[in-house]
C-alpha cells in the first residue's frame, strides 16, 4: 500500500514543512502568521457590521477581506498541492473549514449578506492548540470526541425520549387551557412544552388552570431531571476511554496530515504511510 503513495519531494516536501511541520521554526512562524491573519480577518468583519464604521471605512474593510481571502485562497491551494493526498485532506474536517473560510466572500459577489459568514474563520483558531504545543488538550479533546462517539446511540434514544415528552405535554396543555389562555395551538404549545422543560421559563404562555399549574410543575422538575441523564451517559463512556498516552509523537504524516502517532510508530496509523 505504501509503494503507491504520493509522497511529496522537492519544493513540496519544502512547503509541507512549512505548512505542517509546525516543530521547525520556518513552520511555526507559519502558522502564527496564520493565526494572526485570521483574527484580523474577522475583526474587520465585525468592524464592518458597525453601520458607522461601514460608511466611513466601507472601502477600506472590503479592500482588507480581499486581501485575507486571497492569502487564505493561497493557502488552501498550497496546502492541497504539498500533501500525499489531496482529496484525504480537502474532505477532512480542517480541509472542509479551510475551504468555507474562503468561500463566503466569493458567494458575497451573488449574495452580499454571505460576508458576514466568513466568520467561520474563528474554526481555524483550533489550530493555535497546535502552535502553542497544548498537546494535553488536544488528549483531553480527542478523549471527549471518543466519548461522544461512543454515546452517540444513547443520546439519541434520551432525545427521542424528550420529544416524544413535549409532545404528550404540549397536547395536553392545549387540551387543558386552549386559546383562551394563550395556547392556540398543539405546536405552540409543544413550544411551551420544551422552554419549561429544558427550564427556561420565557413565561410568554403560562397556564392558568390548577390542572395546567400541575403538568407545569411536574414538567419543570421532570427538566431537572433530566438535565443529569446525558451527562451521566458521557461520565460513563469517558471512563471507558483508554486515556491517550504522553509518548506520542508531534509530527505530522506528510500523506494524510494525522498529527498524533505512538512515539515508536514507523508509519501511519491510518494510511500507512513511513513516517521515519
Not at 422552554?195 to 392558568?208: C, E, K, N, S
Request: aromatic residues 12%.
Amino acid at each position: 500500500m505504501t509503494s503507491k503513495m504520493k509522497r511529496p519531494t522537492g519544493w513540496r516536501l519544502s512547503l509541507y514543512n512549512i505548512i505542517f511541520g509546525y516543530d521547525s521554526v520556518a513552520g511555526k512562524t507559519f502558522d502564527i502568521g496564520l493565526v494572526i491573519a485570521i483574527v484580523l480577518s474577522i475583526l474587520v468583519v465585525m468592524l464592518d457590521s458597525v453601520d458607522s464604521l461601514h460608511v466611513k471605512y466601507g472601502k477600506v474593510f472590503m479592500f482588507m477581506e480581499w486581501f485575507f481571502t486571497l492569502i487564505f485562497t493561497v493557502e488552501y491551494i498550497a496546502r492541497i498541492l504539498c500533501v500525499g493526498r489531496p482529496i484525504r485532506y480537502i474532505l477532512s474536517f480542517y480541509g472542509i473549514v479551510d475551504l468555507l473560510a474562503t468561500l463566503p466572500t466569493y458567494l458575497a459577489l451573488i449574495f452580499p449578506p454571505a460576508f458576514f459568514l466568513v466568520d467561520i474563520r474563528t474554526i481555524r483558531l483550533l489550530r493555535i492548540f497546535r502552535i502553542l504545543k497544548l498537546t494535553r488538550y488536544m488528549k483531553a479533546a480527542t478523549m471527549l470526541g471518543k466519548a461522544l462517539m461512543n454515546s452517540s446511540a444513547k443520546i439519541t434514544v434520551f432525545l427521542f425520549v424528550v420529544f416524544t415528552i413535549v409532545i404528550i405535554a404540549g397536547t395536553l396543555m392545549y387540551l387543558i387551557e386552549g386559546s383562551d389562555n394563550g395556547f392556540d395551538s398543539i405546536p405552540e404549545s409543544i413550544y411551551w412544552a420544551i422552554v419549561t422543560l429544558t427550564t427556561v421559563g420565557y413565561g410568554d404562555i403560562v397556564p392558568q388552570s390548577i390542572i395546567g399549574r400541575i403538568l407545569a410543575s411536574i414538567l419543570m422538575i421532570l427538566g431537572y431531571g433530566l438535565i443529569a441523564v446525558p451527562t451521566g451517559i458521557v461520565g460513563v463512556e469517558l471512563s471507558g476511554v483508554k486515556k491517550v498516552t504522553s509518548n506520542t509523537k508531534t509530527s505530522s504524516c506528510n500523506s494524510c496530515t494525522l498529527e498524533t502517532h505512538d512515539e515508536d510508530a514507523h508509519y501511519c496509523k491510518r494510511c500507512g504511510n513511513n513516517l521515519v
